[in-house]
């Protein structure tokens, strides 16, 4: 079993850019594919991106294409969400999850199997 852990969550002026980071505890993150989800409050938990076990393949959600990149680096056990020209809509818990099915980048969070406890992102206008 993996566990996910967030970080890099904060407040920050529309238009900065903002890095999370996801590292788990116990197996490695590498044996897995990622994603990153996001919940606004009153709003259901929405994709955003997510990459394989390799980093070989990547999906994006319409509304972060072209702002948001998803890389990782297995030796060093994370991944990371960049997130560019911010908009005060980016505003969310934002969760990493993994998910078993290595090649895999799925926008379905039902299809990931692992959470973490989210970490606060605040785009102010």
């Known amino acids: 079993q993996v566990q996910p852990v967030e970080s890099g969550g904060r407040l920050v002026q529309a238009g900065a850019s903002l890095r999370l980071s996801c590292a788990t505890s116990?197996?490695?993150?590498?044996?897995?594919?990622v994603g990153w989800f996001r919940q606004a409050p009153g709003k259901e938990r929405d994709f955003v991106a997510a990459?394989?076990?390799?980093?070989?393949?990547?999906n994006y959600a319409d509304s972060v294409q072209g702002r948001f990149t998803i890389s990782r680096d297995n030796a060093k056990n994370t991944v990371w969400l960049q997130m560019n020209s911010l908009k005060p809509e980016d505003t969310a818990v934002y969760y990493c999850?993994?998910?078993?099915?290595?090649?895999?980048?799925?926008?379905?969070?039902?299809?990931?199997?692992?959470w973490g406890q989210g970490t606060q992102v605040t785009v102010s206008s």
């Open positions: 999850a993994a998910n078993r099915q290595i090649t895999a980048v799925s926008s379905i969070a039902g299809e990931y199997d692992y």
């Open positions: 116990g197996r490695t993150l590498s044996r897995y594919a």
């Open positions: 990459i394989t076990w390799s980093g070989g393949r990547e």
